[in-house]
């Protein structure tokens, strides 16, 4: 009668069963290109756009596992494929979660630079609120005497710009280019076409000082206002900096789940194969 009689059979069952794969390099570069052979699931496995997966790191995650797993014949290394892929995943959802972090703590540095920025600026128009007050109380303790005309051309440079904006209509009617003026043709233009005098230019000088003050203090209480919801926002965004948003936590959970439940059921495929040999 030909064929394994039933002594052999149960022999090479137990043989099967003592088995631990490969030990030599030779046997285990052979079982090796078993993944090769039935590589069919893994073809299109990695994203090798982005630089974030190379088919180096799954080639050798998937010899770590074939290390760990033993597997013997096509069945279960195909089993083993699917559980590669399946652990390639997972360090998937571990990397989206971890974007999902870095992209909150992004949000923690903007809102700080905004909060940096509010504070540069309150402290900048308290700076100028000072140097205008400085400047009033010049003018305001200024003798007669010492409004001369060449101290009054001095004020009227200096505060150039503001002085422009308050006359720049009449200018403008009057068909006057600003930007050829000079400090002189400026006074005999308030003096000759606005009948302006030299008092009068005194007090328009003080009007500037007090008018960029309430400016100053507009800007300064508008910052502040910001400076104060953006302090609210970045400590609620610091709470949750380390965790996904709701929606995204709970799509993320769902996604890790099926994977996971993937996970133990290829495994339990392949340890039941591997029971049987």
């Known amino acids: 009668m030909s ?29 090796g290109r078993n993944g090769v052979r039935h590589g069919i699931l893994s073809q299109h496995v990695v994203v ?21 797993l033993n597997p013997v014949g096509s069945l279960e290394n195909i089993l083993l494929e699917k559980i590669a892929i399946v652990v390639w995943r997972l360090r998937r959802v571990v990397r989206y ?39 009033v109380k010049e003018l305001e303790e200024m003798k007669p ?23 720049y209509e009449r200018m403008e009617a009057k068909g006057v280019n600003c930007q050829d003026l000079r400090t002189e043709d400026l006074r005999a233009f308030m003096a000759e076409d606005m009948g302006m ?6 007090t328009m000088i003080r009007e500037i000082c007090a008018e960029r003050i309430r400016f100053h203090q ?10 104060k919801r953006m302090t609210v926002k970045l400590d609620i965004r610091r709470d949750l900096a380390g965790v996904p948003g709701e929606e995204e936590l709970n799509r993320l959970l769902r996604y890790q789940a099926a994977i996971e439940k993937q996970f133990h059921r290829d495994l339990e495929q392949l340890k039941a194969l591997q029971k049987q040999r």
């Open 48 to 68: 090798l756009e982005g630089g974030l997966e190379t088919q180096e790191k799954f080639d050798r995650l998937l010899q770590e596992l074939r290390d760990d």
């Open 145 to 167: 005497q010492d409004r001369s005309p060449e101290e009054l051309s001095e004020w009227i440079e200096y505060y150039w710009d503001w002085v422009i904006d308050k006359i």
């Open 197 to 202: 005098n030299d008092d009068q230019m005194w």
């Open 218 to 227: 507009k800007e300064i209480l508008l910052s502040e206002r910001l400076e």
């Open 97 to 135: 979660e971890m974007g999902l972090m870095k992209s909150r703590l992004s949000d923690v540095a903007n809102l700080e630079m905004v909060l940096e920025e509010a504070s540069k600026t309150i402290k900048h128009h308290k700076r100028e609120i000072e140097r205008l007050r400085q400047d």
């Open 3 to 31: 064929g394994t009689s039933e002594k052999q059979l149960i022999a090479n069952k137990e043989n099967a069963q003592r088995s631990r794969g490969p030990r030599t390099l030779e046997g285990k570069t052979a079982i």
